[in-house]
């Protein structure tokens, strides 16, 4: 136990309205980069080369499968799913739509920042920054409902319940998700509305359907920084935080990156690296598509998110999501530890068919548990075509004509599927 020097202190506003503000106590050795480290030009270079939804259309194949092992394995949290689905359906159409809704007359010229942050403190947004939006971090599929007179964002974190989320893996956790997904769905129908009476215009991106990635301006924002998890640490809640964006012409003060020593508390954390089940957190960064990071392998990911409700617990396992930033970087510069590191309290979990994980122990999955299709969804039905025909008689007109028409069917249904596919890749391309 070493106490560590003293480096800087990091004042954010309470966890609700009204609260004092909180005092981050960083050590020396933690302080390294404000933000994450970027590079400029290959942000750029890749979003305009490489489509931010590349990676999820050309494993669109495993997205379909997960769904499937998904309704095999948590029946009761795939008829949840599409429970949210279809009650959240009506409530995104209408938030997409909140872009075309005209400003309430004259341009109100007061402190245009401080009225929107009141109003979304009020409304219960535990984390309110302001950036410019950044159209690098737009998927191209929708950039043609992105409207091109709006230039700032309102970064709006939301956190998701405590306790239930404590109980990841499991339905439990992912109700607390849906049911702030909801709760956010109907805050920023109010807050487009709060900013259109100011006399501005709003487009909403998120919860559940996104214009693209957001965390990169939440960082820009200053509301946290990237977790090896590839979540973002938000003060205040780690990674439970829940995110949106409201995109403005509303004239905003804009905030900046913030170095909470994040970057390298993770380095000696390594928590979620550790514990993850499906050893699909790398412990070295690299650099992709122009951010350094943890790049999450999908292919170790995804097999296990589909059959354990979602898994998270990567997020569940984070000291700064259980503790809190302020507690945790405390006990960093008190001590050298981290808060929690080796108790079962922080690090144990329950897998459904499995049983209890304390800290130290990790499942251990056979290879074929990671066995999923590779590639896209549409290249996966050819083949299984091609495979059919060869195996059936020429002659067996009913047998080829019940082939092609199954062949049929899953060309629709991953027609139907294509917006979701975009939406699921957020969460493995990480
Ligand atoms: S969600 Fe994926 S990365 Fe996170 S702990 Fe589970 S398997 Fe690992
Ligand atoms: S668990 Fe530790 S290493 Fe992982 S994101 Fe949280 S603080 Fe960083």
């Known amino acids: 136990m070493t106490k560590r020097r003293f480096g800087k202190t990091v004042s954010r506003v309470g966890r609700d309205a009204g609260d004092p503000d909180v005092e981050i106590s960083v050590a020396a050795d933690l302080l390294s980069v404000a933000g994450i480290p970027i590079k400029e030009d290959e942000v750029s270079y890749y979003s305009r080369e490489y489509p931010l939804e590349s990676f999820a259309i050309e494993q669109s194949a495993s997205a379909i499968w997960a769904e499937k092992e998904r309704i095999k394995h948590t029946p009761d949290t795939d008829a949840l799913y599409k429970d949210y689905q279809d009650e959240i359906a009506p409530i995104i159409e209408k938030l997409r739509k909140q872009g075309n809704v005209k400003p309430n007359g004259i341009k109100n010229t007061g402190d245009i920042s401080g009225l929107i942050k009141d109003k979304a403190r009020e409304l219960g947004y535990g984390e309110v920054g302001f950036t410019r939006f950044d159209r690098r971090y737009v998927y191209s599929s929708r950039r043609n409902e992105l409207r091109s007179d709006l230039g700032n964002a309102i970064c709006l974190a939301y956190e998701q319940d405590y306790i239930k989320t404590q ?26 509305n709060f900013i259109n009476e100011l006399g501005y215009g709003a487009q909403i991106s998120g919860p559940t359907w996104y214009f693209g990635p957001v965390i990169p301006m939440f960082v820009q924002s200053g509301l946290g920084q990237l977790g090896v998890n590839g979540q973002l640490l938000s003060p205040h809640f780690g990674s439970r935080a829940r995110l949106q964006i409201i995109i403005t012409d509303a004239p905003l003060t804009f905030d900046s990156p913030i170095d909470y020593g994040i970057y390298k508390f993770c380095e000696t954390c390594q928590i979620c690296f550790m514990r993850c089940p ?12 122009g951010v350094e990071k943890n790049k999450l392998i999908h292919k170790r990911c ?34 050298g530890q981290v808060l929690g590191k080796g108790s079962d309290d922080l690090e144990g979990f329950f897998l459904e068919d499995k049983g209890y994980f304390k800290a130290g122990k990790v499942p251990v999955f056979d290879k074929s548990f990671f066995d999923m299709p590779n590639g896209k969804a549409e290249e996966t039905a050819y083949g299984r075509l091609i495979e ?26 991953i027609e139907s599927q294509k917006g979701n596919i975009v939406d699921m890749g957020m969460d493995t391309d990480s």
């Not at 893996?169 to 807050?191: M, N, V």
């Not at 097999?303 to 396992?317: F, H, L, N, Q, T």
């Not at 080829?400 to 629709?412: G, K, M, N, Q």
């Open 167 to 192: 109980e990841i893996p499991g339905i439990e956790a992912e109700i607390a998700q849906g049911k702030a997904y909801q709760r956010q769905a109907e805050l920023s129908l109010e807050l487009s």
């Open 278 to 289: 499906g050893k699909a957190i790398q412990a070295q960064r690299v650099w992709f598509r």
């Open 302 to 335: 995804r097999p296990v998110m589909a059959r354990y409700s979602g898994c998270g617990i990567c997020m569940k396992v984070c000291p700064i999501q259980k503790y809190g930033m302020a507690p945790v970087m405390e006990h960093y510069l008190e001590t």
């Open 388 to 413: 059919n025909l060869r195996k059936t008689k020429e002659d067996d007109k009913q047998l080829v004509e019940e082939i092609w028409a199954s062949y049929r069917d899953e060309i629709d249904n």
